[in-house]
């Protein structure tokens, strides 16, 4: 997302990615069922400006959230039909151009036709979970890697991610002061 590093993003075969695109869709549309659209960022960018008018409302986003999803994540976080039908259309190896073959360690890539449907399922189970646990009422909104939970709760919802593996962008993230920002829209006191 910036030229300090590079980022790979692979091409899946067609077909797998024909698949891996009704699989995608299937998660968009339940997804939808809980207020979570994941074909319009404007929820998130409105959460974002009340947290900034009222500090109800932290939002945070994760480093190399997608290159972070693992397998066993993934296994132990989804029913085992489904864990089977997506590890089944991922690719577990990617061809490099030296045709030498690299067995990915991360579920599915970017590229991938429900990467961004499952990190969004991912992380709205795991905040949600967070705010259940700590017993703490509010909104949990998410957008891809871009989470929007109860102020309360981000400390500990970041303690989480990164039990799981994935590592806070602190530089991105915001839930003290009057300042917030999630999927461009930036705020600062409304």
Known sequence: KNT???RCCCKEPDLNMYLQKGVGNYIRRRLRHHGIDLSDQSRNQSLARKGSEDGSLATLDLSRASDS??????FQALPALWF???DDLRCRSTLLPDWTIHKNQMFSSMGNGFTFELE??????????TVYHLGIRGVVSVYGDDLIVPTESAGYLISVLLFLGFETNVEKSFFTGSFRE???GHFDSG
Do not use: H, P, Q
């Not at 999803?69 to 993934?74: G, K, M, N, Q, R």
């Not at 969004?120 to 979970?129: C, D, T």
């Open 69 to 74: 999803i693992s397998t066993e994540l993934v």
């Open 84 to 86: 089977s039908v997506m």
């Open 182 to 184: 999630s999927c461009g």
């Open 4 to 6: 300090d590093e590079d």
């Open 120 to 129: 969004s399922l991912l992380f709205y189970a795991i905040a949600k979970a």
